[in-house]
């Protein structure tokens, strides 16, 4: 067990911040069951009000995650500076519908040619977090 107040030991972090450090990167991973096997995609996403927007295309794998509880994970890693932070956001995936869409005051851009007109939406319900706060004094058991 790592005792929390070691030099380099994860720090948790609370809902507001994990959210508000996700909202600070565009990319990250949906986690969700496609042909009863764990998949994960790489997708790019805003933050709105506390939910997270995606985008894919008709026909894609993703679209089988809707209506059910999926995870979402994003994180930062600077190694030189010894800083990181990893989100995970777990939540029911909804499609958004044209209505809802009005809403949003922006979509995730998509990265891929192609049509992206489906529009995911994850209600997160647990929210979790840690970080790596770049203490550069590691314990003396451990290489530099």
């Known amino acids: 067990m790592i005792d929390p107040t070691s030099p380099g030991a994860p720090r948790e972090l609370g809902r507001a911040e994990s959210l508000n450090l996700l909202g600070s990167v565009g990319v ?11 998949t994960i995609r790489p997708v790019n996403h805003v933050l709105h009000d506390g939910c997270v927007i995606v985008r894919t295309h008709p026909g894609a794998a993703l679209l089988s995650a809707i209506g059910t509880v999926v995870a979402y994970e994003a994180d930062f890693i600077d190694e030189g500076d010894r800083i990181a932070w990893s989100v995970i956001a777990v939540g029911y995936a909804r499609r958004v519908g044209a209505r809802e869409l009005t809403r949003f005051g922006t979509l995730p851009r998509p990265w891929l040619a192609g049509e992206m007109t489906e529009v995911i939406r994850i209600d997160p319900e647990l929210v979790t977090g840690f970080a790596l706060d770049g203490d550069d004094e590691l314990p003396a058991d451990l290489p530099a």
Do not use: D, K, Y
């Not at 990250?28 to 764990?38: I, S």
């Open 28 to 38: 990250g991973r949906v986690v969700f069951t496609h042909q009863a096997l764990p």
